[in-house]
């Protein structure tokens, strides 16, 4: 049987925004990032790019996207400096704009003193800079990232998200695939969160945080009876929108935060339930993906 690996999608990205597809592997988010860049043809429906249809016109399309995809795709046998001037030159520029647009780039992505070492001698976080740096050579109208950082260790990723902050403050309009709730929360404007193919929310990340109904999320690790314990806690803690227990995991969604840590303790104790760990927080993207799919987003 044909699974649809997205089914129903219909979304609009305003000129400057940073617009975020967020999920869990399979979601559908990469194929979604696949016809907005013409690299999957689909089955059904339309899509445009800069008002232009991936079907019918996609070299067109290709010209006014950037496209930074998970894999790394560049050219082994060119230097740093050479990777950068020769896309240019793929893409129509002139020797003279294409060099200047390449030390321009290698200085805004702190790659300059790289410019001439093979692409080899770059850390992956360096090698990610310099395809997005790539990406944006010919001033796309619109900059596709297919999990731009994964795979990269923290400082790393910091340094990209601070990169693609700036190029939104320029105007670049950015579409984003992810499955790091932070990272959406960080750098979209706006999220689409997506399982099997569908869009169950769309708002700003701030809106869907409010969505839950909850100002607190609290987590308990306990050594036996979670299920009965969440009960409880339902029962003699005020304002629990909601329980979820996972193995040894009991968490709440809550609204207010009075005294929640020793009131919880006292419940625990109360049941005969050993507390092992406790944490509290604010409801994140996290969050939401569990109200609305059961199941957290690295599942």
Same mark, same amino acid.
């Given at each position: 049987?044909?699974?649809?690996?997205?089914?129903?999608?219909?979304?609009?990205?305003?000129?400057?925004?940073?617009?975020?597809?967020?999920?869990?592997? /399979?979601?559908?988010?990469?194929?979604?990032?696949?016809?907005?860049?013409?690299?999957?043809?689909?089955?059904?429906?339309?899509?445009?790019?800069?008002?232009?249809?991936?079907?019918?016109?996609?070299?067109?399309?290709?010209?006014?996207?950037?496209?930074?995809?998970?894999?790394?795709?560049?050219?082994?046998?060119?230097?740093?400096?050479?990777?950068?001037?020769?896309?240019?030159?793929?893409?129509?520029? #002139?020797?003279?704009?294409?060099?200047? =647009?390449? %030390?321009?780039?290698?200085?805004?992505?702190?790659?300059?003193?790289?410019?001439?070492?093979?692409?080899?001698?770059?850390?992956?976080?360096?090698?990610?800079?310099?395809?997005?740096?790539?990406?944006?050579?010919? =001033?796309?109208?619109?900059?596709?990232?297919?999990?731009?950082?994964? #795979?990269? +260790?923290?400082?790393?990723?910091?340094?990209?998200?601070?990169?693609?902050?700036?190029?939104?403050?320029?105007?670049?309009?950015?579409?984003?695939?992810?499955?790091?709730?932070?990272?959406?929360?960080?750098?979209?404007?706006?999220?689409?969160?997506?399982?099997? /193919?569908?869009?169950?929310?769309?708002?700003?990340?701030?809106?869907?945080?409010?969505?839950?109904?909850?100002?607190?999320?609290?987590?308990?690790?306990?050594?036996?009876?979670?299920?009965?314990?969440?009960?409880?806690?339902?029962?003699?803690?005020?304002?629990?929108?909601?329980?979820?227990?996972? /193995?040894?995991?009991?968490?709440?969604? @809550?609204? #207010?935060?009075?005294?929640?840590?020793?009131?919880? @303790? +006292?419940?625990?104790?109360?049941? /005969?339930?050993? @507390?092992? %760990?406790?944490?509290?927080?604010?409801?994140?993207?996290?969050?939401?993906?569990?109200?609305?799919?059961?199941?957290?987003?690295?599942?």
């Amino acid at each position: 049987m044909d699974v649809p690996a997205v089914d129903r999608l219909d979304l609009a990205v305003s000129a400057g925004e940073v617009f975020g597809l967020l999920g869990p592997n /399979g979601a559908g988010k990469t194929t979604t990032a696949g016809i907005l860049t013409t690299r999957v043809v689909p089955s059904a429906g339309r899509a445009f790019v800069a008002g232009i249809d991936v079907v019918r016109h996609p070299a067109l399309v290709k010209q006014v996207s950037g496209i930074v995809s998970q894999q790394n795709t560049l050219d082994r046998q060119l230097s740093v400096w050479e990777n950068l001037y020769f896309h240019g030159r793929l893409f129509g520029m #002139g020797g003279p704009a294409s060099r200047a =647009r390449a %030390d321009e780039l290698l200085e805004s992505f702190s790659l300059s003193k790289w410019a001439k070492a093979s692409v080899y001698a770059l850390s992956g976080g360096m090698a990610q800079r310099l395809m997005v740096a790539r990406a944006i050579f010919h =001033r796309p109208a619109v900059l596709f990232l297919d999990e731009p950082t994964a #795979g990269l +260790d923290p400082q790393s990723r910091l340094a990209l998200w601070e990169m693609l902050e700036e190029l939104n403050r320029e105007g670049q309009t950015v579409v984003l695939t992810t499955h790091y709730m932070e990272e959406a929360d960080q750098l979209c404007d706006r999220v689409a969160i997506m399982d099997h /193919g569908h869009v169950l929310a769309l708002d700003t990340p701030d809106a869907l945080k409010r969505s839950t109904g909850a100002d607190t999320i609290v987590t308990v690790k306990v050594d036996r009876d979670g299920e009965r314990l969440a009960a409880a806690l339902a029962r003699e803690l005020e304002g629990v929108v909601s329980t979820r227990v996972a /193995g040894d995991v009991v968490t709440l969604q @809550v609204r #207010g935060t009075e005294r929640l840590v020793p009131r919880t @303790v +006292d419940v625990a104790e109360g049941e /005969g339930v050993g @507390v092992l %760990d406790l944490a509290v927080a604010e409801p994140s993207l996290e969050t939401v993906f569990i109200n609305l799919t059961g199941k957290e987003l690295r599942e």
